[in-house]
């Protein structure tokens, strides 16, 4: 009886494995299919596209949506200027994120539970659009790069991770470098940033996808169409397609919407992707080690 029983579980558990892998087989492939979709629909040819409502792979590849946003003359102008902020607004952030994240993991700060509370209910409560909006103004920000990185150089979620992570690491550390002369400087240089590396990978990847996806801000604070990001301008193409299309005095002919659309998703999403391999490896690890632990 006990041997069968024995054997009954053993046969159990090989099924579960199996199980488990088809479902999340199932799970991956509905969630990559939508992907793929775009990617097949904005190299399909016109005829393709109007005919078909769901592209897996084209049939004939066409390039005429990409010729067709690459041809607008600030593209490479507004590519640029998405690059200058992510890179530069991604360094500010993690800077500015890491030291307050540090101070803040210090028992001995004063003011701590205060200014802990303050970071926890920025996340519940904010001032809102018009005020943030009159603030920036009012600082002389309109029109300029910084006001798509300084207004939201810090977040309250990725500083809580980051400072979560500083806790958990031993106060014998801290007290070890103090002993051998090291100033609170250089123990948060020396000792405390190597270790950070996976949890200021992961939270370097969540700025800069906040950054390089900028829009609403460059709407609100961005004036002069020369300086608008890339997804600013991508979105101002799909809007003067559609418009031609409706157009039938139009005389220029132009890829159809959808494709033209699909095209924009692609160039505003591949350049995350191919950022994202470099820092897989630190991803989940990073995100844990910040993470709460029972």
Known sequence: MKKRKESKLKKEGRIFPIINGILLTL???????????????????????????FILFPTTFSLDAY???????????????????TGV?????????????????????YGRSLINFLVVFSMLFSGGMI???????ATG?????WSLILPVAINAFNLIIMR?????????????????????????????????????ATISLFYAVA???????AILYINDSTKWPIQVLLRQIVIVASGMQADSSSVEVIPPAQTIKMAVIVIATVPMLIAYPFVQKYFV??????SVKG
């Open 141 to 145: 920000l309109i029109d300029s790069y």
């Open 131 to 137: 005020p943030t909006f009159l603030v920036v103004k």
């Open 211 to 217: 950054y390089w996806n900028t829009y609403m801000n």
């Open 285 to 290: 690890k990073g995100a844990l080690l910040g």
């Open 67 to 85: 010729r067709y946003i690459l041809s607008t003359p600030t593209i490479f102008k507004a590519l640029g200027v998405s690059i200058g902020v």
């Open 89 to 109: 607004g991604t360094l500010v952030s993690m800077v500015l994120t890491a030291f307050m994240a540090y101070a803040l993991s210090r028992k001995y700060l």
């Open 164 to 200: 979560n992570f500083f806790q958990s690491l031993p106060d014998s550390l801290e007290e070890s470098a103090k002993m051998d002369g090291c100033s609170d400087f250089g123990v948060f240089l020396k000792i405390m940033l190597p270790l950070a590396l996976p949890s200021i």
């Open 27 to 53: 799970v991956a492939l509905a969630c990559l299919l939508p992907f793929v979709n775009v990617i097949a629909t904005s190299f399909a040819s016109t005829q393709e596209v109007v005919a078909k409502k």
